[in-house]
């Protein structure tokens, strides 16, 4: 099974409408990512959560951690064609700064 | 404020050849990590430089190798390059000992024939 599971894969959202990617890992997690990745570009950092139950907040973008469960969610409020792209969450299961991304959640924004 | 910047942005080559990929951490960083990302997949880490030494290694073959320069900046370097090495290659620079995220560029496309 793979360390680090995203879901769903690809999401088709109206514009103006709520989602929430979610992201599950099999080891421990002493870190959790969230990136924003445009198609063959670099990954731009959105947010970073480290402690169970921290939830943290940037413009429209939420990400909650449960440490309990080792899951990440991050949803997305009245979403705009802005948002599109591909999510990626990345894991730092020992602390050493070596992530471990999933395989990434594609969002697509429809008018 | 300088981001990341990795040289070069494409990259054509044939198998069995070698290639050279180059990255300026953000400033003020002294930590370098190299990640392979083939197309629809996660990136994957290959390994990570910290005062001009590796310091950890993911799971890839000796073929793979790097370095770090006193001035925190590094490459990567690919021998007998397979047509599986063909994919995005990132660069991510940190401040090391703090945890804080790492930031990442453009990536290099590396195709190979």
């Not at chain 2, 990929?21 to 990136?43: E, I, M, N």
């Amino acid at each position: 099974s793979q360390e680090l599971e995203q879901s769903p894969q690809s999401l088709i959202v109206q514009e103006g409408k709520n989602l929430t990617i979610n992201c599950t890992s099999s080891k421990t997690l002493y870190g959790l990512y969230w990136y924003k990745q445009k198609y063959g570009e670099g990954l731009i950092f959105l947010m970073m959560l480290q402690k169970g139950g921290e939830e943290k907040s940037h413009e429209k973008i939420t990400a909650k951690l449960d440490e309990k469960k080792q899951q990440s969610s991050l949803h997305i409020t009245a979403s705009q064609p802005s948002h599109a792209g591909i999510y990626l969450c990345g894991a730092d299961n020992f602390g050493n700064e070596k992530l471990t991304f999933g395989t990434g959640t594609r969002l697509t924004i429809i008018p | 404020d300088a981001g990341v910047t990795q040289s070069p942005t494409h990259l054509i080559k044939t198998r069995g050849q070698q290639v050279t990929l180059r990255c300026s951490p953000k400033s003020g960083h002294d930590t370098v990590s190299w990640y392979q990302q083939a197309l629809g997949q996660g990136p994957q880490f290959i390994f990570q430089y910290y005062e001009e030494e590796e310091r950890q290694r993911g799971n890839f073959p000796d073929r793979f190798s790097g370095h770090q320069f006193p001035n925190y900046s590094s490459e990567l370097n690919v021998n007998a390059l397979l047509l599986g090495d063909s994919a995005l290659y990132l660069c991510a620079s940190s401040l090391g000992g703090r945890v804080q995220p790492q930031h990442f560029g453009d990536g290099t496309r590396l195709s190979i024939l």
